[in-house]
């Protein structure tokens, strides 16, 4: 066990909508990071919070959004969804936000759009 | 910019066989260099790394040196078990230099 939660576990919803995946970090570590997996495009990168504010951006799309919140959880936004953003989604936490500290990946939320 | 580029897989092998799975980079510098591993249904999980060139990181039986002449972080276990079937993935840090670019993964399935 990690120590990060990802919630939900699954979620299936349609073309067009609007979900949000959440996720609790591991307890101590300030940075919360949000990569997305599929099959074609890998692990991709999407954003990086350090203690409530944006540090990294990668390859997030403008439908998507995140925010870290005081008490360290962080929200992954993902809007007007469309098939291709059928994915898992993982949050990883960190310690300090630097490489020096390994990074501790959540289970995952599988997202489906259909 | 920095890159890596992963041995494809899948690789099946049998119980106590031998495993490399490749890894090259392309770099400026000699940045840390990792491997994360993802058993079924988990996220990843780190399994060893390096911080420097010439360095050895090593655990559960899995070893990989940082080779700055070939630009190569190899895995590779001398004997491995079922229980080592997963994806393995090399990693290293890339933009910012405070994020994890991730190869394309490689799975690896051990037959009894």
């Known amino acids: 066990d990690s120590g990060v939660t990802q919630t939900p576990k699954h979620l299936i919803t349609a073309t067009g909508q609007r979900v949000t995946l959440r996720c609790s970090p591991r307890s101590g570590d300030l940075s919360v990071y949000w990569y997305q997996q599929s099959l074609d495009q890998g692990l991709q990168f999407l954003i990086q919070y350090y203690n409530g504010e944006e540090r990294a951006k990668g390859n997030i799309l403008e439908r998507f959004s995140a925010q870290q919140f005081p008490d360290l959880h962080s929200e992954l936004n993902l809007s007007s969804l469309e098939l291709g953003d059928s994915a898992l989604y993982f949050c990883?936490?960190?310690?300090?936000?630097?490489?020096?500290?390994?990074?501790?990946f959540g289970n995952g939320t599988r997202l489906t759009v259909t | 910019g920095n890159s890596v580029t992963q041995m494809e897989g899948p690789v099946t092998l049998s119980e106590e066989a031998f495993l490399t799975i490749n890894c090259t980079y392309t770099a400026t510098g000699y940045p840390s260099l990792f491997w994360y591993v993802q058993y079924p249904g988990e996220g990843l999980q780190l399994l060893l790394k390096?911080?420097?060139?010439?360095d050895k990181g090593s655990n559960k039986g899995f070893e990989a040196t940082y080779r700055k002449e070939t630009t190569s972080f190899h895995l590779e276990k001398g004997s491995v078990q079922v229980s080592d079937s997963a994806v393995y993935f090399c990693a290293f840090p890339s933009g910012s230099a405070r994020q994890l670019t991730f190869g394309s993964g490689t799975q690896l399935t051990v037959l009894p």
């Open positions: 390096a911080t420097k060139a010439d």
């Open positions: 990883a936490s960190s310690q300090t936000g630097g490489l020096e500290s390994p990074l501790h």
